[in-house]
């Protein structure tokens, strides 16, 4: 009976607790939300309610002023590619937009060239038995532990050396040599079973074709992951950027709204419309792919 | 040694020469962008850290000069000291905030958990700039939101001058980062929640333990390689805050707010003394190699 009381007691307390921790946790939840919440309506109000000393909760008016200003603020050619004098996609358009392109366009690439390589290289660390494996897996782990950025100044000078400092590839090819990927896809392929390996072995299919007809279509949940993982850590890849772009029309849209606020570092509303432009589409393909996402984080983790 | 080795061993020689062939050229993409562009770049991290290295010229070899000008360096030591301090806040802080939320938001229906994971994942997505860009304005002396709730609340006696004051600008930034760290912890630990023994807890419950006593006993010990994991990505983020400091402070005010890879930064591409941004970068990855190591040796231990 007493027994009983207690337990019942017990119970009571971790309902409390609950509750108590369930409202403590939404709160702070919407403290998480606010800065976003800050940075869109701040993106549409007008001057004066961005200066308001009491703040303005919700604007009262919705402009498109600021963005207007961002988009007058600097112009670039849509590509400007010179070709034996000729100047190809001369037609200027606002900065932002050029970045905001050129953003989508070193995201793409290097989620593309970062699956390919490394569901190729995952693969076959899972898989086949070779001379130095367990060398290049170690390799690989230690790598990934290292500070990134402590590398950056060699890279520039790489860069430098091999004339590719100031283009998208100098950050594209470093995120493709990372190997995050690899080691995702390796935690994927183990999964797959051997026996598929040998049954394609007998039927006389090559290694390629076993591994783009069998394996890949098995690893694509992993791949997918490692997609929309690079995608996200490429968009902001800031300090990267930062370093390895210097012209105005090459910048990425991080690196061209953080120029921006050195230049207007007190017109609020021009600088929430710029990170209201760098932010939202990649919380959007967030908000798509989040599955997928969830998986990388957790795939990624399984104690190397 | 290994099984995969024996494995090797026991097998034809002409099949391994064939596997190793095969596996070198399916390795081969990769081996060309890692080897370049992040061991390449490793090994002339550390080799670079023993020459005056410069823009336009070349470079001098100087041995452990530069080592010798970094332990000297006044701002060197301010910035490692701010950088512990960051660490050492935000690694705990981090990872019991995380615990914590991912305890209460596993019990909720599913749907509620991911909505809320996604939520704590929102700072990391947001990216640091337009983050940080967001936190000045908050922070600001006149129109900040921080400011007018504070005196509001009556809390604050008057505006602080947050960002400009030595006294609180590192703690600022520390507080920015928590938000921007939380997201990947959270996410683990509700995967390793959800990845606990059920039959254990329901042993641990017919015995007559309460839930708290179940989640100490049972639950913590089985999630000590997550936590491990989290520690150790917390600290290496941690670490690495920079882009915070480049876009709020810039180190200031009167070195507040310097940290290692802030000074990194400023020596390299500012003033151009590449050998010497080396050498804090290869202490600094020395350091955190060695902390790292300690952290699994204790995990390993208990």
Redesign the interface.
């Given at each position: 009976m007493d027994?009983n009381k207690t337990?019942d007691m017990?119970a009571i307390?971790?309902k409390i607790y609950?509750i108590v921790?369930?409202i403590?946790?939404v709160i702070?939840?919407i403290l998480?939300?606010f800065?976003?919440y800050?940075?869109i309506t701040?993106a549409f109000k007008t001057g004066k309610e961005?200066?308001?000393?009491?703040?303005i909760w919700i604007p009262t008016e919705w402009v498109w002023d600021n963005f207007q200003r961002l988009m007058a603020k600097r112009t670039a050619p849509i590509l400007g590619w010179e070709i034996g004098g000729m100047t190809i996609g001369a037609a200027t358009i606002p900065g932002a937009i050029r970045w905001l392109l050129n953003t989508v366009v070193m995201c793409v690439s290097s989620m593309l060239?970062t699956c390919?390589?490394?569901a190729?290289?995952g693969?076959?660390?899972a898989k086949?038995?070779?001379?130095?494996?367990?060398t290049?897996f170690t390799?690989?782990v230690c790598?990934m532990?290292?500070?990134?950025?402590?590398?950056?100044?060699?890279?520039?000078?790489?860069m430098n050396a091999l004339h590719l400092a100031d283009t998208a590839w100098a950050v594209i090819?470093?995120i493709?040599?990372?190997?995050f990927g690899?080691f995702l896809l390796k935690q994927f392929s183990e999964g797959v079973p051997t026996e598929m390996m040998e049954a394609c072995r007998i039927d006389g299919a090559n290694?390629w074709r076993t591994?783009t007809d069998v394996i890949f279509p098995m690893i694509k949940p992993g791949v997918g992951a490692c997609a929309i993982f690079t995608f996200?850590s490429a968009?902001?890849d800031?300090?990267m950027q930062?370093?390895m772009l210097t012209s105005s029309e090459k910048l990425s849209i991080?690196?061209g709204?953080?120029t921006m606020?050195g230049e207007s570092s007190t017109d609020?509303g021009l600088?929430?419309s710029?990170?209201?432009l760098?932010?939202v589409p990649?919380?959007i393909v967030?908000?798509i792919f989040?599955k997928y996402f969830?998986k990388g984080?957790?795939m990624g983790?399984v104690?190397g | 040694m290994t099984s995969p080795k024996s494995g090797t061993m026991s097998r034809p020689r002409r099949l391994v020469i064939h596997e190793t062939v095969t596996s070198y050229l399916f390795l081969l993409p990769f081996l060309l962008f890692f080897v370049v562009f992040v061991i390449y770049p490793m090994f002339m991290c550390v080799y670079t850290s023993f020459f005056d290295a410069t823009m336009g010229r070349e470079d001098i070899f100087i041995g452990f000069e530069n080592y010798k000008t970094l332990f000297a360096d006044k701002v060197f030591w301010i910035a490692l000291k701010n950088t512990m301090v960051i660490v050492l806040v935000s690694v705990p802080v981090t990872c019991i905030f995380s615990l914590w939320v991912a305890t209460v938001i596993t019990k909720m229906p599913v749907a509620a958990t991911s909505a809320f994971r996604c939520i704590f994942y929102l700072p990391v997505v947001t990216g640091s700039v337009a983050v940080t860009m967001v936190w000045k304005w908050m922070y600001n002396n006149y129109y900040g939101i921080v400011n007018y709730l504070g005196t509001n609340l009556g809390i604050l006696d008057k505006n602080i001058n947050w960002l400009g004051d030595p006294k609180y600008a590192l703690w600022c930034i520390i507080i920015i980062l928590i938000t921007t760290s939380v997201g990947q912890p959270i996410v683990l630990y509700v995967s390793a929640l959800d990845n606990v023994d059920k039959s254990l807890i329901e042993a641990a419950a017919v015995d007559g333990a309460t839930a708290t006593q179940a989640f100490w006993k049972v639950k913590w010990p089985q999630m000590m390689p997550t936590t491990l994991y989290i520690l150790v990505i917390t600290m290496i983020n941690s670490f690495q805050c920079f882009a915070l400091i480049q876009l709020l402070t810039q180190g200031g005010p009167s070195n507040s707010t310097m940290t290692i890879m802030f000074y990194i930064y400023y020596n390299a591409f500012k003033l151009f003394k590449y050998g010497y941004g080396n050498a804090m970068g290869v202490v600094l990855a020395i350091i955190i190699a060695i902390l790292s190591a300690i952290q699994f040796k204790v995990a390993k231990e208990k």
């Amino acid at each position: 009976m007493d027994n009983n009381k207690t337990t019942d007691m017990n119970a009571i307390k971790d309902k409390i607790y609950y509750i108590v921790s369930f409202i403590a946790v939404v709160i702070v939840a919407i403290l998480f939300t606010f800065p976003l919440y800050w940075i869109i309506t701040g993106a549409f109000k007008t001057g004066k309610e961005i200066n308001a000393t009491s703040p303005i909760w919700i604007p009262t008016e919705w402009v498109w002023d600021n963005f207007q200003r961002l988009m007058a603020k600097r112009t670039a050619p849509i590509l400007g590619w010179e070709i034996g004098g000729m100047t190809i996609g001369a037609a200027t358009i606002p900065g932002a937009i050029r970045w905001l392109l050129n953003t989508v366009v070193m995201c793409v690439s290097s989620m593309l060239l970062t699956c390919i390589t490394s569901a190729m290289a995952g693969y076959v660390l899972a898989k086949k038995r070779f001379w130095g494996r367990v060398t290049l897996f170690t390799l690989v782990v230690c790598a990934m532990a290292l500070p990134k950025q402590v590398i950056l100044i060699p890279l520039l000078r790489e860069m430098n050396a091999l004339h590719l400092a100031d283009t998208a590839w100098a950050v594209i090819f470093p995120i493709v040599g990372w190997p995050f990927g690899v080691f995702l896809l390796k935690q994927f392929s183990e999964g797959v079973p051997t026996e598929m390996m040998e049954a394609c072995r007998i039927d006389g299919a090559n290694e390629w074709r076993t591994f783009t007809d069998v394996i890949f279509p098995m690893i694509k949940p992993g791949v997918g992951a490692c997609a929309i993982f690079t995608f996200i850590s490429a968009w902001n890849d800031y300090f990267m950027q930062l370093i390895m772009l210097t012209s105005s029309e090459k910048l990425s849209i991080a690196v061209g709204i953080a120029t921006m606020q050195g230049e207007s570092s007190t017109d609020y509303g021009l600088l929430m419309s710029g990170a209201a432009l760098a932010s939202v589409p990649i919380i959007i393909v967030f908000l798509i792919f989040q599955k997928y996402f969830t998986k990388g984080i957790t795939m990624g983790a399984v104690k190397g | 040694m290994t099984s995969p080795k024996s494995g090797t061993m026991s097998r034809p020689r002409r099949l391994v020469i064939h596997e190793t062939v095969t596996s070198y050229l399916f390795l081969l993409p990769f081996l060309l962008f890692f080897v370049v562009f992040v061991i390449y770049p490793m090994f002339m991290c550390v080799y670079t850290s023993f020459f005056d290295a410069t823009m336009g010229r070349e470079d001098i070899f100087i041995g452990f000069e530069n080592y010798k000008t970094l332990f000297a360096d006044k701002v060197f030591w301010i910035a490692l000291k701010n950088t512990m301090v960051i660490v050492l806040v935000s690694v705990p802080v981090t990872c019991i905030f995380s615990l914590w939320v991912a305890t209460v938001i596993t019990k909720m229906p599913v749907a509620a958990t991911s909505a809320f994971r996604c939520i704590f994942y929102l700072p990391v997505v947001t990216g640091s700039v337009a983050v940080t860009m967001v936190w000045k304005w908050m922070y600001n002396n006149y129109y900040g939101i921080v400011n007018y709730l504070g005196t509001n609340l009556g809390i604050l006696d008057k505006n602080i001058n947050w960002l400009g004051d030595p006294k609180y600008a590192l703690w600022c930034i520390i507080i920015i980062l928590i938000t921007t760290s939380v997201g990947q912890p959270i996410v683990l630990y509700v995967s390793a929640l959800d990845n606990v023994d059920k039959s254990l807890i329901e042993a641990a419950a017919v015995d007559g333990a309460t839930a708290t006593q179940a989640f100490w006993k049972v639950k913590w010990p089985q999630m000590m390689p997550t936590t491990l994991y989290i520690l150790v990505i917390t600290m290496i983020n941690s670490f690495q805050c920079f882009a915070l400091i480049q876009l709020l402070t810039q180190g200031g005010p009167s070195n507040s707010t310097m940290t290692i890879m802030f000074y990194i930064y400023y020596n390299a591409f500012k003033l151009f003394k590449y050998g010497y941004g080396n050498a804090m970068g290869v202490v600094l990855a020395i350091i955190i190699a060695i902390l790292s190591a300690i952290q699994f040796k204790v995990a390993k231990e208990k």
